[in-house]
């Protein structure tokens, strides 16, 4: 089994940062892709940013390119997403995800397997 918890929402004012962490526990992460998911309210679930584990190739939505940075900490089995510039478009509940050994998809939720809980971001204008 794959733990994921996230961590770091709050609320913050537009054209602030902040930094959301997902924390993993379980399996071997050289094999993982994990990404970052967002929900905002009547909305469907929307890709913001993946990454492989064991390269650190990155790929982002197009909404989110240059203002935020996925990464991962190989020693804390812990991914970032580093949120610089935020918008109120950007509220939203953001979700971390992981799957294991697949070649394609990262921008598909249908292609995780494991989910973390949830955590909400705010920006106000």
């Known amino acids: 089994q794959v733990q994921l918890v996230e961590s770091g929402g709050g609320l913050v004012q537009a054209g602030g940062s902040l930094r959301l962490s997902c924390a993993a526990a379980g399996r071997t992460f050289s094999r993982f892709r994990m990404g970052w998911f967002r929900q905002a309210p009547g909305k469907e679930r929307e890709f913001v940013a993946a990454?492989?584990?064991?390269?650190?190739?990155?790929y982002y939505a197009d909404s989110v390119k240059g203002r935020f940075t996925i990464s991962r900490d190989n020693a804390k089995n812990t991914m970032y997403l580093q949120m610089n510039s935020l918008k109120p478009a950007d509220t939203a509940v953001y979700y971390c995800?992981?799957?294991?050994?697949?070649?394609?998809?990262?921008?598909?939720?249908?292609?995780?397997?494991?989910w973390g809980q949830g955590t909400q971001v705010t920006v106000s204008s």
């Open positions: 995800a992981a799957v294991i050994d697949v070649g394609s998809g990262l921008s598909l939720s249908k292609t995780y397997d494991y």
């Open positions: 990454i492989i584990w064991s390269s650190g190739s990155t």
